[in-house]
C-alpha cells in the first residue's frame, strides 16, 4: 500500500493543526498563542495544498485560496505583535487577565458584600 503524496501532506497537515490547536490553548502567554496559532494555520494551508491534487495534477482554485491566506496571516500575526507589545508596555506582561477578574459580576465587588 503506498501513500499518495497528497495524502501525505494532509496527514502531517492534520498533524500540525493539533498541535497548534493544543498549543493554542494550553499556552498561557500571548506570544506563545500567536505562535501556536501560526502553526495551526500552516496546517490547514498544507491540508488544502494536501488534499487539492487529483491524479497528480494540482488544482489551481485553493492554492490561490492558500496564497491568500498566507498573506492574511502574516498580516494577522504583524497586528497581534504590535497588540501583545502595547499590552506588555501598558501592564508590564504580555499575559492576558484571568476569566474570573473580568467578567461583569466580580468587577467592584469585595469580600464583604
Not at 495524502?7 to 498563542?33: E, H, N, S
Not at 496559532?37 to 487539492?52: E, K, M, P, T, Y
Request: net charge neutral; charged share 15%.
Amino acid at each position: 500500500m503506498s501513500m499518495s503524496t497528497g495524502l501525505f501532506y494532509a496527514l502531517v497537515g492534520g498533524g500540525l493543526f493539533a498541535l497548534g490547536l493544543a498549543g493554542l490553548i494550553l499556552q498561557p502567554r500571548l506570544l506563545g498563542k500567536i505562535l501556536a496559532f501560526n502553526i495551526l494555520g500552516s496546517g490547514a494551508f498544507l491540508v488544502l495544498v494536501g488534499l487539492a491534487q487529483r491524479d497528480g495534477i494540482p488544482d489551481p482554485v485553493p492554492q490561490a485560496m492558500v496564497l491568500t491566506g498566507i498573506v492574511v496571516a502574516v498580516a494577522a500575526t504583524a497586528l497581534a505583535l504590535a497588540l501583545t507589545r502595547r499590552l506588555a508596555d501598558l501592564t508590564g506582561a504580555a499575559v492576558l487577565p484571568d476569566d474570573d477578574a473580568g467578567t461583569p459580576t466580580n468587577r467592584g465587588r469585595t469580600d464583604g458584600d
